[in-house]
């Protein structure tokens, strides 16, 4: 079955950088787009970005210019780069693949993912 697991995660200060993993398992990844996102306290589960299997991108408007997504196939791994992070960034964070292959258009929308990690924990403290 599809196995997702995050790393990476952690206690920071703000200002510095970050950057998870999350690996896949059990499909083929090269095909999969990715998605990430995050949950804070209280707060509904949020879309941070996502990646296409060609390797394009969207971001959530508030993030794009400190967040970066990419993808290594051979490892079957994708990153979130997260720099100059902030208060308001600490969250759980997931990565998160669609069940469908080769999707052009990646989306934004929680339940258009099918498989989850456990996800992350970050804590950015001020």
């Known amino acids: 079955q599809v196995q997702l697991v995050e790393s990476g995660g952690g206690l920071v200060q703000a200002g510095v950088s970050l950057r998870l993993s999350c690996v896949a398992s059990?499909?083929?990844?090269?095909?999969?787009?990715m998605g990430w996102f995050r949950q804070a306290p209280g707060h509904e589960r949020e879309f941070v970005g996502a990646i296409g299997w060609s390797g394009n991108t969207v971001y959530a408007a508030s993030l794009k210019d400190r967040f970066t997504i990419s993808r290594d196939n051979a490892k079957k791994t994708v990153y979130l780069q997260m720099n100059n992070l902030k208060p308001e960034d600490t969250a759980v964070y997931y990565c998160?693949?669609?069940?469908?292959?080769?999707?052009?258009?990646?989306?934004?929308?929680?339940?258009?993912?099918?498989?989850w990690g456990q996800g992350t924990q970050v804590t950015v403290s001020s």
């Open positions: 059990g499909r083929t990844f090269s095909s999969s787009a």
């Open positions: 998160a693949m669609p069940r469908s292959h080769y999707i052009s258009v990646v989306s934004r929308t929680p339940s258009s993912y099918d498989y």
